[in-house]
């Protein structure tokens, strides 16, 4: 009686027939099974949502109230009204790119995210210390935002690094 060739169930994957596995295979590749992403730099991006979110209901809020109380020069309080309403889409924007860039592994998102971290810090600041009448709630809610815009820099500065094959993949971006 002739032998049969074994069933597809019993024959060996094509892994171990070369003497392999999926880390060999990833390792030729030039890749990494082990995930990369940097979990303090999500924890940074998920808190800075949240602050940019009470930050903007805040400041939009108060700046419907606050020229019927308060002296503001002609056009200054629409003109931090559209900043403000402009930074939360920005934000989310930026926001966005550090989260699909840690979890992805992706350095060109991430150097996006850092680049918008100068809008971020250059808005967040104006509503730190140059509004024209800021309450102290406000000027909390802005300085927070500033120094995790800081933090988030330096985590994602050091995440995107540690993404890149090589020094000379993190000057190419």
């Not at 009686?1 to 999926?22: I, K, V, Y």
Request: contains cysteine; charged residues 15%.
């Amino acid at each position: 009686q002739p032998e049969l060739p074994p069933s597809p169930s019993r024959r060996p994957c094509a892994c171990r027939r070369r003497g392999g596995g999926r880390r060999r295979g990833m390792e030729e590749l030039g890749g990494s099974l082990e995930p990369r992403s940097s979990l303090p730099l999500q924890v940074a991006i998920w808190l800075d949502g949240h602050i940019t979110s009470l930050l903007t209901v805040i400041v939009l809020g108060l700046l419907v109230i606050k020229p019927f109380f308060l002296n503001y020069p002609q056009g200054i309080a629409q003109g931090e009204f559209a900043l403000m309403a402009l930074h939360f889409v920005v934000q989310g924007a930026r926001n966005w790119l550090g989260t699909a860039g840690n979890k992805q592994e992706r350095v060109s998102f991430l150097a996006l995210f850092l680049w918008l971290t100068v809008w971020t810090t250059l808005v967040t600041g104006y509503f730190w210390k140059s509004q024209t009448y800021g309450l102290a709630l406000e000027t909390g809610l802005a300085a927070a935002a500033c120094g995790l815009a800081a933090l988030e820099t330096l985590v994602g500065g050091l995440a995107a690094i540690t993404f890149c094959e090589s020094l000379r993949g993190a000057l190419v971006v």
